[in-house]
T-cell receptor
Framework: GAGVSQSPSNKVTEKGKDVELRCDPISGHTALYWYRQSLGQGLEFLIYFQGNSAPDKSGLPSDRFSAERTGGSVSTLTIQRTQQEDSAVYLC?????????????FGPGTRLTVL | DQQVKQNSPSLSVQEGRISILNCDYT??????FLWYKKYPAEGPTFLISISSIKDKNEDGRFTVFLNKSAKHLSLHIVPSQPGDSAVYFCAASARTGNQFYFGTGTSLTVIP
């Protein structure tokens, strides 16, 4: 079956522009996570969606970052007024349920470069 | 503050030998631990997990050991194969939480 897909795979943008990153989770997975991996760093949690519950936004680094998940499926991560420090690989993952013990299935990531 | 640490950014091992990847954590509330493997240009894929009620979990060539008193876990790969060359991340979560905390990864190179 299809795994988690993300688009675009690469995005180069100029400082100050807005970007949108898309994630299509595995069908039927109720939980969706966004992470980012900056150079030399681990995966940094950004936001978590579970079903129709309010998302856990505790990892978003600033108010320039926002995410939504429409219809409990596709998710979009938006970064406004991008800065060079936003350059990173943004990874999306989905899992079958709410419990933190569930394995997460990752997409291939979107590499964002802010010039 | 990094709650999960992988202090070795890289490791090289001869094919057929044992690879040992280490991970330390600071949060005593963590009770579930996972290892992920990541190839270039791909997302991490789940490898093996262990809950805090165990101190060892084995799956084929892969074994994870957990030392709760030392807040340390390790992944053993025996025998190592060239296809094991990848970046390995450890991750931890707490029953009460929503998120996994990941280490910075260890790049393993298995030399043929």
């Amino acid at each position: 079956g299809a795994g988690v897909s993300q688009s675009p795979s690469n995005k180069v943008t100029e400082k100050g522009k807005d970007v949108e990153l898309r994630c299509d989770p595995i069908s039927g997975h109720t939980a969706l996570y966004w992470y980012r991996q900056s150079l030399g760093q681990g995966l940094e949690f950004l936001i978590y969606f579970q079903g129709n519950s309010a998302p856990d936004k505790s990892g978003l680094p600033s108010d320039r970052f926002s995410a939504e998940r429409t219809g409990g499926s596709v998710s979009t991560l938006t970064i406004q007024r991008t800065q060079q420090e936003d350059s990173a690989v943004y990874l999306c993952a989905s899992s079958p349920g709410a419990l933190s013990y569930n394995e997460q299935f990752f997409g291939p990531g979107t590499r964002l470069t802010v010039l | 503050d990094q709650q999960v640490k992988q202090n070795s950014p890289s490791l090289s091992v001869q094919e057929g030998r044992i690879s040992i990847l280490n991970c330390d954590y600071t949060n005593s509330m963590f009770d579930y631990f996972l290892w992920y493997k990541k190839y270039p240009a791909e997302g991490p894929t789940f490898l093996i997990s262990i809950s805090s009620i165990k101190d060892k979990n084995e799956d084929g060539r892969f074994t994870v050991f957990l030392n709760k008193s030392a807040k340390h876990l390790s992944l053993h790969i025996v025998p190592s194969q060239p296809g094991d060359s990848a970046v390995y991340f450890c991750a931890a979560s707490a029953r009460t939480g929503n998120q996994f905390y990941f280490g910075t990864g260890t790049s393993l190179t298995v030399i043929p």
